[in-house]
């Protein structure tokens, strides 16, 4: 593959080496890497976006009736953006060898491990409500995507038939390959763990939008991905600094690490600060003491009603607890309510302070209390605490519950959602011990 890329004017950063872990393949530096360097750069043909070229933009196609040529940009102007990714990665596969991204499409993955891609039982062996849920409709979502791209598909082949292309001799496919729901999966795999952020084709997104909602009635999501050829070789870790972006001066995609790297070392990216059920949805594994685990609770569990019920007695308190809050820039509607992996406080400040001034009593707004919470940064009395206990501690014991498998016998489950669900109670335990200290 990394001949192929000198062939095709990229620039692999020749101090770097494909190398094969226990865990997979990755690179590693030969010589030092320094802050600041270009690890890869990709020309623009050699992307794979949704507005990019196909090696062969005509195809004919053969039956029992008069044959035809069909032009695939016409097919995939009725596809939202992912779709016609995805459509261009099966029809390059498919190509084999006539393919101008063959040597490179050969040495993709040809299986995924996101939560999308899992059983049925694979979903339930999560066992964690939270888990389970995300996992369905990021599943749905996929399944969604395959009939509506079926749909189109449908409009341009009938399912006997055969494609050829002019020129290319030996080569025919039947056209319900382009619609194998394999191949689908495998494409939508590609896409979520191997792409890059890409904004040139959301200048023109808006008019290609308003297309497709007159024909699908469905409103296309962000057209921002592509997929840089060798950028995705490089394995992932989120103390890193990474910057990826497309150079419009040099007219490619360019990969800079931030951060140096010894001789021997992995050459590692950063793929965002994610926490393991993120990288699990998004890339297909997780990262054992994940300092950046958190889970986020529904708004209507983290802030009981009973905390913003307005009755005649309590109308001004909660007013001016809505102002207090909106002060500081908090709020029950956006508010970022999670716990996260801190045994020091394993509960986001926002969560925690939100709470607090709910909890304030009207002596201490009297007293103005809340100054303690936001200049001192501590609890405005015992009482507080006392409160603030109680209100978490059913939350907290109502998770922890949530987290045990009851099934006889246990179901089997993949290492990923093993250590998930551990790490899970992990954080639970700790906000057991946080609020059990107060």
């Keep these: 593959m990394i001949e192929w890329s000198k062939n095709k004017s990229i620039k692999w950063n020749e101090k770097l080496i494909v190398h094969s872990f226990p865990e997979g393949r990755g690179v590693i530096a030969n010589e030092d890497i320094l802050e600041n360097e270009i690890l890869v750069s990709v020309p623009l043909q050699w992307l794979i976006h949704s507005k990019c070229k196909f090696s062969h933009d005509n195809i004919h196609i053969t039956n029992n009736n008069t044959p035809r ?54 979903i339930q062996s999560m066992v964690y409500p939270i888990f389970i849920n995300e996992a369905k409709k990021l599943k749905n979502e996929m399944m969604d995507s395959y009939k509506r791209y079926c749909i189109v598909l449908e409009k341009y082949f009938n399912l006997n038939e055969e494609m050829h292309i002019n020129g290319v001799n030996n080569w025919s496919c039947n056209v319900k390959l382009l619609m194998d729901l394999d191949l689908f999966k495998w494409s939508c795999g590609v896409i979520k763990t191997r792409s890059y952020y890409y904004d040139r084709n959301l200048v023109t997104q808006q008019n290609s939008q308003k297309r497709l909602q007159s024909t699908t009635n469905v409103v296309e999501d962000k057209d921002d991905c592509t997929i840089v050829p060798l950028a995705d070789l490089f394995n992932h870790s989120s103390s890193v600094d990474t910057e990826a972006k497309f150079n419009d001066r040099m007219n490619c995609y360019q990969v800079r690490t931030k951060t140096s790297f010894k001789k021997g070392d992995q050459v590692l990216i950063s793929y965002g600060k994610h926490s393991n059920f993120t990288l699990l949805n998004f890339y297909g594994f997780v990262v054992e003491n994940n300092s950046l685990d958190s889970i986020t609770l529904d708004p209507k569990e ?12 309590n109308s001004l308190q909660l007013k001016r607890k809505y102002e207090i809050l909106s002060q500081y820039g908090l709020s029950l509607t956006n508010g970022k309510f999670e716990v996260i992996n801190d045994s020091q406080q394993p509960f986001t400040w926002n969560y925690l ?67 998930l669900l551990k790490s899970t109670k992990e954080i639970w335990e700790k906000c057991l011990n946080y609020i059990n200290n107060l």
């Design 69 to 122: 040529i069909v032009n695939l940009n016409t097919i995939i102007d009725n596809l939202d953006s992912k779709q016609r990714i995805s459509f261009h990665l099966i029809f390059e596969r498919l190509l084999g060898s006539n393919s101008n991204w063959f040597e490179y499409l050969e040495h993709v993955p040809s299986e995924y491990f996101t939560t999308s891609m899992f059983t049925d039982e694979e």
């Design 302 to 313: 983290a802030i009981p009603e009973y905390l913003f019920t307005e009755t005649i007695s």
């Design 353 to 419: 302070t939100t709470l607090r001034v709910l909890l304030l009593t009207p002596k201490e707004l009297d007293k103005k209390k809340e100054t303690m919470i936001f200049y001192n940064d501590e609890s405005p009395s015992i009482e507080n605490d006392k409160l603030l206990s109680n209100l978490l501690r059913p939350i907290i014991e109502n998770h922890l519950s949530l987290l045990v498998d009851n099934t006889t016998p246990p179901i089997k489950k993949r290492f990923e959602i093993d250590y």
